[in-house]
């Protein structure tokens, strides 16, 4: 599912549970020589899922939103080499989860990154991101757009819209930033 094609129009990466848990693939333009590029196995826990793969400008790696156990049922951005490996996380790892009997207040809810896109010059890595999982009645914002500087580690808040901001892309140039919202029942 979610086929993207690379940078230069000879490969397609994909996503795909046909090793039993879902991975990000790469294929050549035509579909052949299908190869993964992430490697995760079953887990005793929930499964694993996959979404929003996309292509750095140099066609060298790719980002992707992935849940997988432990984390608490919230996506992550992750980096994989074309080549494949284990990947890398970008930003900052999920805030531990507080043992039932643990004293104190709750721990704030985990955040959800998930759509990313990467600026025409590589530095930025702009998604959507929510904090905590589903909720019923929930309350407008949601979702909002966020900055990942993948030089500094900074990341900063660049919407704040009321119907929420997601689903960001950028003009080829990267001076255009176009996201999906809701304004009032539209």
Request: a positive charge; charged letters at 20%; proline letters at 13%.
């Amino acid at each position: 599912s979610q086929p993207t094609w690379s940078p230069d129009g000879r490969t397609i990466a994909f996503l795909t549970d046909r090793t039993g848990v879902e991975n990000l693939w790469i294929a050549d333009a035509d579909g052949s020589n299908p190869r993964a590029v992430s490697k995760d196995e079953r887990t005793n826990d929930r499964p694993q899922i996959m979404t929003s793969p996309a292509w750095t400008p140099d066609g060298q790696y790719l980002v992707v939103s992935k849940s997988r156990p432990p984390d608490p049922g919230t996506f992550w951005l992750f980096m994989y080499h074309r080549d494949g490996g284990s990947g890398v996380r970008v930003g900052a790892a999920p805030p531990p989860q507080a043992s039932p009997d643990s004293p104190g207040p709750p721990p704030p809810p985990a955040p959800n990154r998930m759509g990313a896109v990467v600026s025409p010059d590589g530095r930025f890595i702009y998604y959507a991101q929510r904090t905590g999982t589903f909720t019923y009645n929930a309350r407008f914002p949601l979702w909002q757009i966020h900055r990942h500087d993948r030089e500094t580690g900074d990341v900063s808040q660049v919407t704040n819209a009321q119907g929420s901001a997601m689903r960001p892309v950028l003009s080829p140039d990267g001076k255009w930033l176009v996201f999906a919202t809701r304004y009032k029942t539209d």
